[in-house]
């Protein structure tokens, strides 16, 4: 099984690739949890206030609705920016992000084939921040329901099973994709 430290020392050997991020976050320098924290100083009060005003079951509907419009608008963006088929897209596009994660999460890899990788997340810093808050519902939206949008990145040939999140109070993540391999 390979851990996150392997998965880093294989990072480190493409360093020089370009941030796809930059375009939606702007060349902050900041990894993937900073650029998050930035966003809920914005989100966690509006959305509080938004909550005294309206009642929390429609503020919450509201803010769900709108941050999963702008999820998949933005992974799509994302993936149109990139060349090649949905599955060297996706790719290219996980290999991006686990640069940007960097040691906010431990992983734990179960399988890595050419048509599955699965792999559980045992420890998530994102998680920890959220529940500080008292907001792991708005964390889930900003970190975990992006995980349903970087997999259409790869297109109906990559599939995701996720049962559980730390977010969510459980002891892990279970991330487990499937791919159509050519042939």
Not at 11 to 30: M, N, R, S, V
Not at 101 to 130: H, M
Request: aromatic content about 8%; charged content about 25%.
């Amino acid at each position: 099984m390979a851990s996150t430290h392997e998965l880093k020392a294989n990072e480190q050997q493409e360093d020089a690739a370009p941030d796809i991020f930059a375009p939606a976050f702007g060349k902050t320098g900041l990894s993937l949890l900073e650029k998050v924290k930035v966003q809920a100083q914005v989100l966690v009060p509006l959305l509080r206030a938004f909550r005294a005003e309206l009642g929390e079951e429609q503020a919450n509907r509201i803010a769900n609705q709108a941050l999963r419009e702008w999820s998949e608008k933005l992974f799509q963006d994302i993936g149109g920016q990139l060349s090649g088929s949905p599955r060297q897209k996706w790719d290219a596009f996980n290999k991006a992000l686990f640069k940007q994660v960097g040691g906010d999460v431990d992983l734990e890899v179960l399988k890595q084939t050419p048509d599955a990788w699965e792999f559980n997340i045992t420890s998530c810093r994102y998680a920890d921040f959220f529940r500080q808050l008292g907001e792991p519902e708005l964390g889930a939206l900003l970190t975990c329901e992006m995980d349903v949008d970087i997999e259409a990145v790869g297109g109906p040939g990559i599939t995701m099973t996720r049962t559980q999140t730390i977010m969510k109070g459980a002891n892990y993540c279970d991330f487990r994709f499937k791919m159509k391999t050519d042939g």
